[in-house]
């Protein structure tokens, strides 16, 4: 097995690892603020992975995109969660900056 | 008739799955929580599951293409990648007073 391989496969262990801690997170946690947390966690791993895929396939088609999709992954996962957050809290107390969850005003 | 693919040759077991693909099926069962979660829990839990669950399978879609060798499949995990962002956007502007 060549030096490229032991270390395509030991981030693939470590991106599908981490994926899978996020998914644990996810159905441990109680609270949905404390859920979103976990979407970042599994962008990294998807990027990880495609970093994998890079190690493995070089400068490629597929290595290109591989590491594109990890990149959106991470670049837009927390566009996402603070998206989702922003209307979490419209939905729970009509506007994003009146209150914060413990009663008191910002 | 003679199979075109190697790996389904008898006694080629050893390339019949690879690592690519034993991370796509482990990956995959992963979805089933966030599936669970996405059906049973209430609609922001749900949101919560279904990004979680959609970075799941782009990564599947790009572990599927490695490990099958079929690297124009990767465009399906590029454009899931972007359009699971648009699908969560969408959705959790309709939840700040629709769902």
Known sequence: ?106 | MRSTCSASEPGDLGAAVNEWEIAAAVLGFALIPCGAVALLADPPHGLAAMQVGSVLLATILVLLSEGLHRQPFIDLAVVFALMSLVGSLLFARLMERDL
């Open chain 1, 1 to 106: 097995m060549s030096p490229t391989a032991v270390v395509a496969v030991a981030l693939l262990i470590a991106g599908g690892l981490i994926e899978l801690i996020a998914v644990l997170g996810l159905c441990v946690m109680r609270d949905v603020y404390d859920r979103l947390h976990y979407v970042g966690l599994a962008g990294f791993g998807g990027f990880l992975i495609g970093v994998a895929v890079l190690v493995r396939e070089s400068f490629s088609l597929i290595g290109d995109k591989a590491l594109l999709v990890g990149v959106v992954l991470i670049l837009l996962g927390p566009v996402m969660v603070q998206t989702t957050v922003r209307s979490l809290l419209i939905r729970e107390f009509g506007d994003w900056r009146a209150k914060t969850r413990d009663g008191s005003d910002q």
